[in-house]
Every structure is written in structure tokens, then in C-alpha cells.
């Protein structure tokens, strides 16, 4: 079992910037990848970054050049630090950790991108 608990979502206007942590307790030396998604209303959840063990990271075209995540092993916490943001980053973002044979989700937390 993992258990996956998210913070720092918030409020913040159009080309603002917010970082997204995710902590991760439990079954943590089985976790070989660890990532972001999102889900607007009325949409599919869709994936927005990943990175495995040894660091390779993955972005969605969407959000390449301004989303980067990285990976504290010395806190069991990834972050996602999100620069330039747009109203369409607008979701709840849910972090993402796989163990060979199970996926565990957090409870998400919502990003709001308005003036």
C-alpha cells in the first residue's frame, strides 16, 4: 500500500506560477514511477508528467517548457513546479504512483488560473 497526499494547489492568475507536492508514505521502496495528471471538468484525466527511478521524466506536449518535476528520494516527495501558467491549466491535479501490479492515486488538489 501507498499513500499519497498532495498540497500547494491554489488561486493564481494567468502567467503566475504555483509548486504541487506530493508526499508519498507506505510500501515507498516499491514505487518505480511517480506523476502528475489532471482533470478538467467535463474532461478525461490526462497525464501531464511522470518520472521513473534513475530520474527519465515525461511531459505532455501542453505543458513542456513551463511544467517541470522532479523528485526528492530524502523526503519521499515529488513536486511539480508549474511556471507560466494558463487558464486552461485549470483542473484538479491528482499525483500518480506505481508499484508492480497496482497504481495509487492522492486526493487531488485543485489549480484555479483566472484573473
Known amino acids: 500500500q501507498v499513500q499519497l497526499v498532495e498540497s500547494g494547489g491554489g488561486l493564481v492568475q494567468p502567467g503566475g506560477s504555483l509548486r504541487l507536492s506530493c508526499a508519498a508514505s507506505g510500501s515507498i521502496f516499491s514505487i518505480y514511477a511517480m506523476g502528475w495528471y489532471r482533470q478538467a471538468p467535463g474532461k478525461q484525466r490526462e497525464m501531464v508528467a511522470a518520472?521513473?527511478?534513475?530520474?527519465?521524466?515525461n511531459y505532455a506536449d501542453s505543458v513542456k517548457g513551463r511544467f517541470t518535476i522532479s523528485r526528492d528520494n530524502t523526503k519521499n516527495t515529488v513536486y511539480l513546479q508549474m511556471n507560466s501558467l494558463k487558464p486552461e491549466d485549470t483542473a484538479v491535479y491528482y499525483c500518480?504512483?506505481?508499484?508492480?501490479?497496482?497504481?495509487?492515486w492522492g486526493q487531488g488538489t485543485q489549480v484555479t488560473v483566472s484573473s
Open positions: 518520472i521513473i527511478n534513475g530520474g527519465s521524466t
Open positions: 500518480n504512483a506505481r508499484i508492480p501490479g497496482s497504481t495509487y
